[in-house]
């Protein structure tokens, strides 16, 4: 991975945000000490902590606040992980076993529930009810979005808004808030927040269209993850959705097969490649993401140059720039 | 049951919670307002709202703020209620189904993190960061307390000191915040904080207590639960930890027996209730109860007669008058 050069400004403020992450309430279950430790010493590349300190570098918030608030998303996006992993069986994340390998599905919902009540404390200690109302908004949002799609069910390709609204849910909303969370507590007129809110939103927005191009063009060995998972687990994302919209009526016929059936093959996803390629999706959607990232850094226009807005110009390239 | 009479100085406060508690957020999925609809209609006995409100009327708390703070806890005692019927596999709870019987767990897992979060809004709408961070602390408690006992197993009847440990995280914790919640929110002096604190975990003891020797002595119709349950499920609550340590030899090893058993019977239920009443032990524990709300009610004496304080010292009375 490149070196995320965005995040010099606030390194030390990173460094107290680890801390923050590893500290342990007292009282609590060894188990759950294992758990979190394991789960947030896995990494992850602390992009929404680093979205949190600098949105309060740019708007002045006390910093010290504002590492209560990183660490509070870390900790908020790390719990929807682990009943996530619970839900989709899934067995390896971030190149470790996940919880429910090792647990019984009890204690791993318990333990879900512990590290969202643990985030809650972090995020109350961030001492803004604002903040706190966001915050618990923001884990509405996200359930809400996962709850819609088990409805919904997932044996037809969803039109594009619909993967919008879903791509939102579970990833836009809170980098959103991680974005607002300096504003917010800086004290910044609504307007700002609203700014920064919008940017937070349309790099989230790209982010998770980059990442469900790269479920498609990534190499499984610099990924980490299994390439084609998506379309195998029958998830359709906006590589395949741009592709069934310009595909022949046979070619559609084919697609809509697909998710009929109760398990996709390697052959199936084989075929699938050579119609997106022939729409030439993978570039489509790597070109929406860049028009969020576009729209994300027009929304900093307002604020003076500064070393904060440069790192968030910066990250929102990065987000675009990722490659394997 | 008897009619709630210390409910009457707050009956309207508690008009507007039930009001709260049927808000729908917007954009929420319909079958989340169908399942908190199922579950907050299903009525229970708002003891938890009821004690904000009252501590808020005794600490001169601005109501419509503590009406958010009652809602948020009948909130969180609901979405914990949804995780543990999953967990325990419940099928039937306030004498209606539970969601798990009517949805896949996925969805029910969710649901249950929807209402935390939902929770967690309703308890930043008060207004105080204090009563968040207790919120959240309270939450980790409840989820620490059930992943200590799940880790601890079944199979021997704890001691005293756990059990006790066991009904603080499960029921006092939650009672405590409920009625520590008015002074936070009346900016009352810590010590007055704390008074109302400890009423409220003492109460909260003596409220499990008193369902723990129902489970023993109730009779089917009446209770709405099943008879015995806690033991048939292998679960050692206080009558059976009296008669336990009160117990012959040979009584001690035929428990032990019973709780090494994969599933005890109606005969083994037969056979423990003769050594339960032999050791006096639901009365035993019924003093046990009496003590804590003794205690409860010692922590109001600073305060000056009023009715809130002759409401808060009713309800503990009817929490040790609870008959069926």
Redesign the interface.
């Known amino acids: 991975m490149k070196e995320l050069f965005f995040t010099d400004l606030v390194r030390d403020d990173l460094g107290r945000v680890e801390d923050l992450l590893r500290e342990h309430?007292p009282?609590?279950?060894e188990?759950?000490g294992v758990a979190v430790d394991h789960l947030v010493g896995g990494g992850g590349k602390r992009l929404r902590p680093a979205l949190v300190l600098l949105s309060a570098y740019l708007c002045g918030a006390e910093m010290a606040q504002a590492a209560f608030a990183a660490a509070a998303v870390e900790m908020l996006h790390t719990a929807t992980l682990i009943?996530d992993d619970?839900?989709d069986g899934a067995l390896v994340r971030r190149g470790m076993e996940t919880l429910n390998v090792q647990w019984?599905?009890?204690?791993t919902?318990?333990?879900?529930?512990?590290v969202?009540?643990?985030a809650?404390?972090l995020?109350?200690?961030a001492?803004?009810?604002q903040l706190?109302?966001r915050?618990?908004?923001t884990?509405?949002?996200i359930?809400?979005g996962?709850?819609?799609q088990?409805?919904n069910g997932r044996h037809d390709p969803p039109d594009r808004q619909e993967y919008e609204q879903r791509i939102y849910a579970k990833t836009a909303s809170l980098l959103a808030m991680s974005a607002e969370s300096g504003p917010i507590l800086g004290g910044a007129e609504e307007s700002t927040t609203m700014a920064l809110r919008t940017y937070g939103e349309q790099l989230g927005m790209a982010f998770q269209i980059v990442d469900d191009v790269l479920d498609y063009s990534a190499t499984d060995a610099g990924w980490g993850k299994q390439v084609g998972k998506d379309f195998l687990e029958g998830k359709a994302t906006l590589p395949l959705i741009i592709a069934f919209h310009c595909a022949s009526a046979k070619d559609k016929l084919l697609i809509k097969k697909f998710f009929k059936k109760p398990e996709r093959t390697g052959e199936d996803y084989t075929r699938l490649m050579k119609i997106i390629k022939r729409a030439n999706a993978l570039e489509t959607a790597g070109q929406r993401a860049v028009e969020n990232v576009e729209t994300a850094k027009k929304h900093l226009k307002a604020f003076p140059d500064s070393p904060a807005k440069k790192a968030l110009l910066d990250l929102a390239d990065y987000v675009v720039s990722r490659t394997v």
């Open positions: 309430y009282g609590q279950h188990a759950i009943h619970l839900i019984s599905p009890s204690v919902v318990l333990t879900g529930d512990y969202f009540a643990y809650a404390y995020a109350a200690r001492n803004s009810v706190m109302r915050f618990s908004e884990l509405m949002v359930c809400n996962e709850i819609q088990m409805f």
